[in-house]
Structures are given as C-alpha cells and as structure tokens.
T-cell receptor
Framework: KNQVEQSPQSLIILEGKNCTLQ??????????LRWYKQDTGRGPVSLTI?????NTKSNGRYTATLDADTKQSSLHITASQLSDSASYIC?????????FGPGTSLSVIP | DGGITQSPKYLFRKEGQNVTLSCEQN?????MYWYRQDPGQGLRLIYY???????QKGDIAEGYSVSREKKESFPLTVTSAQKNPTAFYLC?????????????FGSGTQLSVL
C-alpha cells in the first residue's frame, strides 16, 4: 500500500534552535519527494523537490535529505524563527500518483 | 501576478444543498487538482484534470463533481450526496501532470455545514 508517514506529529521548539522532521514512505515506483510548508488556513507552499538521484537539497534555512534505499527523508530547519510555525508536509510522487503525508505541526516559541 | 485563486474563503452549506467552489489559475498550467484536507490527515485527491474537457476521479470522488471547460478554471461542486462535506478544500495546478514540477496551491476554501 502506498503510504507516507511523518514524525513527530507535533513539535514545540524555542526560537533560534534547530529541528529535524522525519518522513518515511512506501510509495513505489518512486519519482520524487517534496516538502511543503502550510501556514494555518492557507495552501501549502513548496520548499524542496528531490528526485531519485538527489540526496540533499537546501532552500535557505531548510535542508532536505533523501535516502531512497531506506525510503526516508528529513527536513532540517536551522536557527528557527517564529514565522517557521506551520505544518510541514512530506509528499511523495509515484508514476501517476502523489501521496501526501499527514504533516508535522511545528510551533516556534520566543 | 501569476497564481491560483480560490473563492470563497469560507462557505456554508445547508442540508440538501449543492455548493460550488471556484478555482482559477493564470499560470497556463495544463493539470489541475482538487484535494480535501481533514484535521490530522494527509490531503486526499478528489478529482484531477490533465487537459481541457477531460477529468478523472481521484480517491474520494463520491458526492463531488467537476468541470474543465476552460484551461484556467476547474470548479468543484459539493453535492447533497456528500454526507460529510465539512473540510478545508484545496485546489492545485501543475504545468504538466506526472512530472517533477512544483504543485502550486490556492489559499483554500473552508466549507462548513449549517
């Protein structure tokens, strides 16, 4: 069954600290893996897209990694800011399907 | 500005009523999608369209209908057959389906039942 799991479900960190969000998937065949940021009441916004051959991609303070052998990805946020508070969604693309994970809710507090 | 626009932001449905959610894009994208988001769950695909005048059912199409008469527009109708319509609805578009391109999302419509 094609599935995308994310952990933790929610996370609270202090402003300025780093954090890492995890994504495990069983989607096959695999085409790409995307991380999205979704602010409350808004549509998701793309952070990174990685294909099978890529194992890391950065977008400012966001760095995504991909291990296609173990079917795991992580999103590392460096020097967190209050504006990083959002839901982070891992999305895995197959041949003709896009499977969304349930998201990790991140709260950054002062 | 190029983008994807959903309206209204909030919508209320009476029992037995059909309601239509609007989605318009000026990105010249071929593929458009409708997703439903419930708390604590991943987005689920309702319908998608890869080209004008053609659309396909997604995983949870029952109780919904769509049309794609113009490239720019992909409205979603929530019919009275959808017994649990309260959710956040997201429209998205992509240049071409089944590629490594970005999915662009609208800002969503929150539908609630009165």
């Amino acid at each position: 069954k094609n599935q995308v799991e994310q952990s933790p479900q929610s996370l609270i960190i202090l402003e300025g600290k780093n954090c890492t969000l995890q994504c495990n998937y069983t989607v096959s065949p695999f085409s790409n893996l995307r991380w999205y940021k979704q602010d409350t009441g808004r549509g998701p916004v793309s952070l990174t897209i990685m294909t099978f051959s890529e194992n890391t991609k950065s977008n400012g303070r966001y760095t995504a990694t991909l291990d296609a052998d173990t079917k795991q990805s992580s999103l590392h946020i460096t020097a967190s800011q209050l504006s990083d508070s959002a839901s982070y969604i891992c999305v895995v693309g197959g041949y003709d399907k896009v499977i969304f994970g349930p998201g990790t809710s991140l709260s950054v507090i002062p | 500005d190029g983008g994807i626009t959903q309206s209204p932001k909030y919508l209320f449905r009476k029992e037995g009523q059909n309601v239509t959610l609007s989605c318009e894009q000026n990105l010249n994208h071929d593929a458009m999608y409708w997703y439903r988001q419930d708390p604590g769950q991943g987005l689920r695909l309702i319908y998608y369209s890869q080209i004008v005048n053609d659309f396909q059912k997604g995983d949870i199409a029952e109780g919904y209908s769509v049309s794609r008469e113009k490239k720019e527009s992909f409205p979603l109708t929530v019919t009275s057959a959808q017994k649990n319509p309260t959710a956040f609805y997201l429209c998205a578009s992509m240049g071409r389906a089944a590629t490594n391109e970005k999915l662009f999302f609208g800002s969503g419509t929150q539908l609630s039942v009165l």
